[in-house]
């Protein structure tokens, strides 16, 4: 089994190969694959029949509880047959349907793997591999609806089907797990045998509520359906397959199977046949408003999935026995019917249904057809659809519902009947409509699967017992989880359900003779259905993009400083708060201090705050030299003598380098508000008051013991080395200091580039990274996300910050020009003058490079 | 000792802070000069403070003489400050460059450029 979902999906690797040494014919080549597997599926009929069930076991990842399990049941088989079974005639369809289609082969290939997805979803036993499969149809789905991309209609609606079922799909995931803590296993088989009571497990409403959000998402219930119809933007197979006969049917696939395990209950009862008889309303209300016909077909679909649902949450017997042939009927006829829609649209050139009639007489073959899956739509004798209907009227009468859902169930049976005829008569009966193009019926390979699937439909329904013998009984007993005694009949005597059939039949009729008039009077109800579930998808989209531009706003606003004082602010605050709840501060001033130490700090602590309150740079440089020289002192103060050496040449280097670039840089200019100032002060003194606390709580706390002890005893034995800083920095840590000297060399590297390439924009010049030039001045568009007037308020203030620079740099000119001035004056006239050539050498260069630039 | 490092310390951080806090770039790489330094004298004084005994061993002794001062921090010092050294020589060159090409030593305008 678990061959038969792999085979699918080499083969669909190796469609694209295929196509291009078959090309037309690739589709009924691949074709023969699912046929082949209905076959295979078939020949275990006898077995299921008997009761047995296969089980192929294959641990995946044993360590996190995943296998590649497949079971086949009733219920798997019945889904099986109809995935493989429809599908060979969706692919014989589908090659003629779009034949010559530039990306023909781009969809065989997503549709073969949507096969072996929903064939791998039905067949799972474990939970997670389950999930995995369900996620693929959904993005396989999401690729065949968007498969006309150049559309965006198609895109949108793609989009639509993917956020609402992957959505729910995560809701699905987390009730997965809870089923499987609850269950004590990932094995749906395992959890089936356990004597665990799921009903009664504290999480069982937790996770009913996530598994039916993923199941009703799936299924298009409401108020989830809108995506369903918008899905009809996919080309005709594909609404034909996934969404009537295979994919919607998955979360009802879900809900049935875990039934056993978690049916039963009065929650599971309610809730099911609320939503159930919500969907079938829904769904059969909007499809007699609609005039496109797969617009009709896809609510009518709605309705169908809403039924099984509904039969579903009946939890008798009898339900589970409608159950299973209803979702067999509805598989024939409405795959069916998708086709043949498809066909009308295919060669007419249009799917309303007010622009199409009289087309019997061109399209013989195709009305016949459309004709006896209507039947089977609308529930007539003696079609497979009318024994379903048959069986769910009689489990409703007789299940745990109350009457407002029976009448909601007629009420949608009546507007069903209105559906069938719309489709069955409207375009293929009546006054002939001229079209725009000639009509000929459709090729033979189209027709094969409307062809075949409405033979079976009425072969089932004039055969039922054997029908329901081979397929839907096994079926509905996997549901139920236990043996079900019945079999399904054509006839049960004049009763209750066959009385309400004739007389949905009879209205139904009536109004589908007034059906225009219908439509008229319904307009009314418009404005309800614009504010209906859609439209709050919509606003919710809405309102994702609003939260998430005032989030990039406010968070990824762009600006430095901002950033820094989000990131300050919270190391100050998780910091502060663990320190402080945590340990003590002892201060201990009972130091010995000495006059020279408390002078060198003091001349520390001034410059720094020198530093921070100058506006001139030659002032900022000199401080900056004292606070350098200070901490030189301190270390050799305090017996480092080698940080003392460093922090001396350094600091000198520091300021030359300082000197030589800050001068060619504008000068300070105070553009903070007082109310700025003060905000970062506060911030600042904050982060101090921190460090200090943190130094004070750090002296008295020892974690580890120290491993300078070991180094000191070993410098001098292991090392041979005297100075024991040095020994550490080139024996113990000698890697690290490799990976210093690297990040020096690569610095001087850098700076090396910076200095010596200049940025050119003449042709045929050499252009190294970094060497992006903009024109000066310029003010992108960068604030996509703002609104108009916003847009304009920065502008503005951009503007007003670039005068102010412009007035300050002025002035900056003018102070630099004075103290050049002076300076040359002085007795180091010569250093001066060589400084002051090479710098005017660099600023021609400059200049010249900002011409080039402008 | 200890404690008034401590508060010397917090000064420079609360001056380093500042300072990256401003709307120059200049500011900026003066502020990580003094947050690099109070980072040194951080860890310098939280490994406790001893005068006048460097961490050397006596020549033709194994072992060194009496209490000395705790020689790792001082290395991790000794790295840091010449890493500081080679980012500062970087970021000068940098902002130099920065300034050059699009004319603004002001943060906030920076941002516009990532155009």
């Known amino acids: 089994m678990q061959l038969s979902v792999l085979v699918i999906y080499l083969l669909a690797a190796l469609t694209p190969w295929l196509y291009s040494k078959q090309q037309a014919r690739t589709a009924n080549i691949l074709a023969l694959l699912p046929a082949a597997l209905t076959l295979w599926f078939a020949s275990h009929i006898p077995l299921i029949t008997s009761g047995g069930i296969l089980v192929h076991e294959y641990a995946w990842i044993p360590g996190l509880d995943i296998s590649l399990t497949m079971v086949l049941d009733g219920l798997s088989l019945m889904f099986a047959l109809l995935i493989c079974g429809i599908g060979t005639f969706i692919l014989l369809y589908a090659g003629s349907y779009l034949k010559g289609h530039k990306d023909l082969a781009r969809f065989l290939v997503t549709l073969l793997a949507f096969m072996g997805s929903m064939l791998g979803l039905i067949l799972a036993d474990n939970l997670i591999t389950l999930f995995v499969f369900w996620e693929l149809t959904s993005i396989t789905s999401y690729l065949l609806i968007g498969f006309k991309h150049e559309s965006a209609d198609a895109r949108k609606a793609a989009l639509q089907g993917l956020i609402v079922t992957v959505g729910g799909g995560l809701a699905l995931l987390a009730g997965l797990i809870m089923l499987a803590g609850a269950g004590g296993s990932y094995s749906l088989q395992e959890i089936f045998n356990s004597s665990e009571v799921l009903s009664e497990h504290p999480l069982y409403v937790g996770m009913m509520i996530c598994i039916l959000l993923g199941a009703f998402t799936k299924s298009a219930q409401f108020p989830f359906h809108f995506w369903l119809p918008n899905a009809m933007a996919a080309p005709t197979p594909v609404s034909a397959y996934l969404h009537s006969a295979t994919m919607v049917k998955a979360g009802i696939y879900l809900m049935a199977r875990l039934y056993p395990e978690l049916g039963g209950t009065e929650f599971w009862i309610n809730t099911l046949t609320s939503f159930g008889a919500l969907t079938m309303l829904t769904g059969a209300f909007m499809a007699v408003r609609s005039t496109d016909l797969k617009k009709l077909l896809a609510y009518s679909t709605v309705m169908a999935l809403g039924t099984l649902t509904l039969l579903l949450g009946l939890s008798t017997e009898l339900a589970m026995m409608a159950f299973a042939a209803y979702l067999l009927a509805h598989s024939l006829y409405k795959g069916a019917l998708f086709m043949l829609a498809g066909i009308v649209d295919h060669e007419t050139g249009t799917r309303d249904v007010t622009q199409l009639g009289g087309l019997r007489k061109l399209m013989p073959i195709t009305a016949i057809c459309t004709l006896i899956a209507a039947f089977s739509l609308a529930g007539l004798p003696p079609m497979f659809g009318f024994v379903a209907k048959e069986l769910l009227l009689e489990s409703l009468l007789k299940g745990p519902v109350g009457l407002l859902i029976i009448l909601m169930v007629i009420t949608s049976a009546i507007f069903v009947v209105v559906v069938a005829a719309v489709i069955a008569l409207k375009p293929f009966y009546g006054r002939f409509v001229p079209q725009a193009r000639t009509i000929h019926e459709a090729p033979k390979l189209m027709l094969a699967g409307p062809v075949v699937l409405t033979t079976l439909s009425l072969l089932a329904g004039l055969f039922p017992a054997v029908t329901g013998q081979l397929i839907t009984l096994p079926a509905s007993m996997a549901v139920a989880g236990q043996p079900i005694e019945g079999y399904l009949a054509l006839w049960h005597g004049i009763n209750l359900p066959l009385l309400l059939s004739i007389i949905s039949l009879a209205v139904g009729y009536g109004l589908y003779r007034y059906w225009d008039t219908l439509r008229d009077t319904l307009r009314i109800l418009n404005p309800i259905i614009e504010r209906g579930p859609e439209a709050g998808y919509f606003r919710f989209m809405q309102g994702i993009v609003i939260v998430s531009e005032w989030q990039t706003r406010v968070l990824q606003n762009g600006s430095m400083r901002n950033y820094l004082r989000t990131i300050i602010l919270t190391f100050v605050g998780v910091t502060g708060y663990t320190l402080l709840w945590r340990y003590q501060v002892h201060w201990n001033w009972d130091v010995s201090v000495y006059l020279h130490e408390i002078v060198v700090v003091l001349i520390l602590v001034s410059a720094a705050a020198a530093v921070s309150i100058t506006g001139s740079r030659l002032g900022a440089v000199a401080t900056m030299g004292s606070v350098g020289f200070s901490v030189a002192l301190i270390f050799i103060l305090f017996s480092a003598t080698d940080l003392g050496i460093t922090q001396i040449l350094v600091e000198t280097l520091t300021v030359i380098l300082l000197v030589l670039v800050l001068f060619r840089l504008p000068g300070f200019s105070s553009t903070s508000t007082p109310a700025e100032r003060g905000r970062d002060a506060f911030v600042a003194v904050l982060t101090g008051v921190l460090m200090t606390l943190l130094i004070m709580i750090t002296i008295d706390v020892q974690l580890f013991p120290s491993i300078s002890d070991y180094m000191i005893e070993n410098s001098q034995p292991l090392a041979y080395g005297r100075n024991i800083v040095n020994v550490i920095l080139v024996d113990y840590r000698a890697l690290d200091t490799l990976g210093e000297i690297f990040v020096l060399a690569l610095a001087a590297l850098g700076v090396y580039a910076m200095i010596k390439f200049r940025p050119d924009t003449q042709p045929g010049a050499n252009h190294y990274a970094g060497t992006l030039i903009l024109p000066p001045k310029q003010v992108p568009e960068k604030h996509l996300v703002l609104s108009l007037d916003e847009r304009k308020q920065i502008k503005e203030e951009q503007i007003r910050a670039e005068k102010l620079r412009i007035k300050a740099e002025a002035e900056a000119k003018i102070a630099t020009e004075t103290s050049s001035l002076t300076a040359s004056n002085s007795s180091n006239a010569t250093e001066d003058d060589s400084l002051n050539t090479t710098s005017s050498d660099e600023q021609s260069n400059n200049s010249e490079s900002n011409k080039g630039a402008q | ?115």
Not at chain 2, 46 to 75: C, F, H, K, N, Y
Request: some cysteine; glycine content about 6%; aromatic content about 6%.
């Open chain 2, 1 to 115: 000792m200890e404690p008034i490092m401590a508060i010397a310390v917090g000064c420079l951080y609360a001056a380093a802070i500042y300072m990256m806090l401003r709307r120059s770039i200049v500011k900026l790489v003066i502020g990580l000069m003094l947050l690099s330094n109070a980072a040194n004298l951080l860890i310098f004084t939280s490994a406790g403070m001893t005068r006048g005994a460097p961490p050397l061993i006596p020549v033709g002794a194994m072992q060194p003489e009496g209490i000395i001062a705790d020689p790792l921090p001082q290395a991790l010092i000794l790295t840091a400050i010449v890493i500081a050294f080679g980012v500062l020589a970087f970021a000068v060159v940098l902002i130099h460059r920065a300034y050059n090409i699009i004319h603004t030593d002001n943060l906030d305008q920076m941002k516009d450029t990532d155009t």
